[in-house]
């Protein structure tokens, strides 16, 4: 069977806090990877964990559905999951790469 890579719904968290969708729900697979460098992240000096919730809104904490990539980390996503993930950042304008199939 042939899939289209596509780029996530969303590639950077605009706002602080505040969570975005990053791949959409009923997708055969996909990629989110937090880059390594500040630089790639938009953030300033630091680099930041980003936040992933595959089933529902991602906190700015890792808890029992949210969990933190770590700068440099990648998650698969989840083949056929029926629901969005989402993803969240500290600091705004958090770049990071999601793609599916």
Known sequence: ??????????????????????????????I???????ADQNVGTNPE???????GSAT????YTTFALQPGESWNVIPGQTTATTVNATTGGHAFTAIYW
């Open 32 to 38: 989110i990877t937090n880059p390594y460098s500040a």
């Open 60 to 63: 700015l904490n890792a808890n």
């Open 1 to 30: 069977m042939a899939y289209t890579i596509t780029q996530g719904t969303n590639v950077i968290v605009a706002s602080s806090g505040v969570p975005v969708v990053a791949i959409p729900a009923g997708v055969n697979g996909g």
């Open 49 to 55: 964990p980003l936040y992933v919730n595959p089933i």
